[in-house]
């Protein structure tokens, strides 16, 4: 009741002054709330509890949402800053940083799921942290790919701080 709530507070202020504006810092916030869901459906098909360890695999599941969040927000910004539309901009960030937040994503769940599947001696406290974080991820990056464009669109106006357009933007738009 306040480590999570803390925790969400502190990314929400550091993504502020990441970005200068509350309203995509709130967009990455909107991409951390549905990770969750993935790490929720997790635990109750496997039959495992809430526990301290998923708890743990929570907090560390909300730093890997705002990872992709940031990822995607950030390079969607710059193909706006570099002269393409929202809607553009939106879709080709999506089709493009896929890759990267999936590989993100996929060293993460391979990673973790032989812990998630274990059944040894002493798993019972790692097995509900990576049973969180695999299905999780596995959720964030299926809800993440489609919902933080979509939202993005909803939001994004043509009058929006931007970043500086780098060098590699630029020549391409």
Request: overall charge negative; hydrophobic content about 55%; cysteine-free.
């Amino acid at each position: 009741m306040i480590v999570v709530p803390l925790t969400i507070l502190v990314i929400f202020i550091v993504l502020y002054t990441m970005f200068a504006s509350a309203k995509w810092a709130g967009l990455i916030l909107a991409n951390v709330a549905i990770a969750p869901i993935g790490g929720l459906l997790a635990l109750l098909i496997t039959g495992t509890h809430l526990s301290v360890s998923s708890g743990v695999g929570f907090l560390a599941l909300f730093g890997v949402s705002v990872e992709t969040g940031v990822i995607m927000l950030e390079y969607i910004n710059q193909l706006r800053a570099a002269g393409h539309t929202i809607e553009s901009a939106a879709i080709e960030g999506a089709v493009l940083r896929l890759r990267p937040i999936m590989m993100t994503m996929l060293v993460a769940t391979l990673g973790l799921l032989p812990a998630a599947l274990s059944r040894g001696i002493g798993s019972d406290s790692q097995r509900p942290f990576a049973i969180v974080i695999v299905g999780g991820l596995i959720g964030a990056l299926l809800l993440s790919i489609f919902l933080l464009p979509t939202l993005y669109v909803w939001l994004a106006r043509d009058g929006d701080r931007l970043p500086e357009p780098e060098a590699e933007f630029g020549e391409g738009a």
